[in-house]
Each structure stands twice: as structure tokens, then as C-alpha cells.
């Protein structure tokens, strides 16, 4: 089993910055990528960022690339989502997920690739 807790969200002002924080407990972290999901009212869940299991790779959706930076602490098991200047439309809960494969390099963007979620956290930013 795995465990994924988020911390970090909260109430800002558009273009400030906030840190999210995904802390892992269970199977090894490090063999796993993870991944950053947010999802906004009446929205379906959808893809922010993708890191590898080794840190080497990342990959962005396109609403948030140059403003958001994910990456990861294997010595501590945690996950990080840096965003900056944000946008109102960046407001929805977000979720860190870890894949399904096994030291995989694939950049998978959708949620049925990611068995372990956490529960979230709120991120509102006001206009």
C-alpha cells in the first residue's frame, strides 16, 4: 500500500506563488514517477506535470508550463509542485498520483496510469 499526503494550498492573490508538497509512504518512491493532477469545479481531473521515477524528466501540460516546476526529494519521499504567477483559472484541487510501472521513463498524461492518489489540497487564487 501506499500512502500520498498533499500539503501546501491555499488562498492567494493572482500572480503569486505557492509550494505543494506530496509526502509518500508505503512501496519505494523512488522506482515510481509521479505526477501532479488538479481538477476545478464541474471539470473532469486533468494533467499539470509528470516527473520521473530517477528526476531526470519532466513534462508540463501547456496551460502551466513556465510557471509551474515539479520535482522530487527521493531521500525524503516527497514530491514538490513549484507554481508561480498564478492564475485565476489555475484555482481547483490539486493531486499527486505514482504510476502503475516499475521504473518506467514513459510520460503518462492520464489518470487511469496512476493507482496511488492523495487527497488533495485546495488551491484558490483570486483575480
Known amino acids: 500500500q501506499v500512502q500520498l499526503v498533499e500539503s501546501g494550498g491555499g488562498l492567494v492573490q493572482a500572480g503569486s506563488s505557492l509550494r505543494l508538497s506530496c509526502t509518500a509512504s508505503?512501496?519505494?518512491?523512488?522506482?515510481?514517477?509521479t505526477a501532479w493532477f488538479r481538477q476545478a469545479p464541474g471539470k473532469e481531473r486533468e494533467f499539470v506535470a509528470h516527473i520521473t521515477w530517477s528526476g531526470s524528466g519532466t513534462y508540463y501540460a501547456d496551460s502551466v508550463k513556465g510557471r509551474f516546476t515539479i520535482s522530487r526529494d527521493n531521500a525524503k519521499n516527497t514530491l514538490y509542485l513549484q507554481m508561480n504567477s498564478l492564475k485565476p483559472e489555475d484555482t481547483a484541487v490539486y493531486y499527486c498520483?505514482?504510476?502503475?510501472?516499475?521504473?518506467?521513463?514513459?510520460?503518462?498524461?492520464?489518470?487511469?496510469?496512476?493507482?496511488?492518489w492523495g487527497q488533495g489540497t485546495q488551491v484558490t487564487v483570486s483575480a
Open positions: 508505503g512501496r519505494t518512491f523512488n522506482d515510481y514517477a
Open positions: 498520483a505514482q504510476s502503475k510501472y516499475y521504473r518506467s521513463s514513459t510520460v503518462y498524461r492520464g489518470p487511469q496510469n496512476y493507482n496511488y
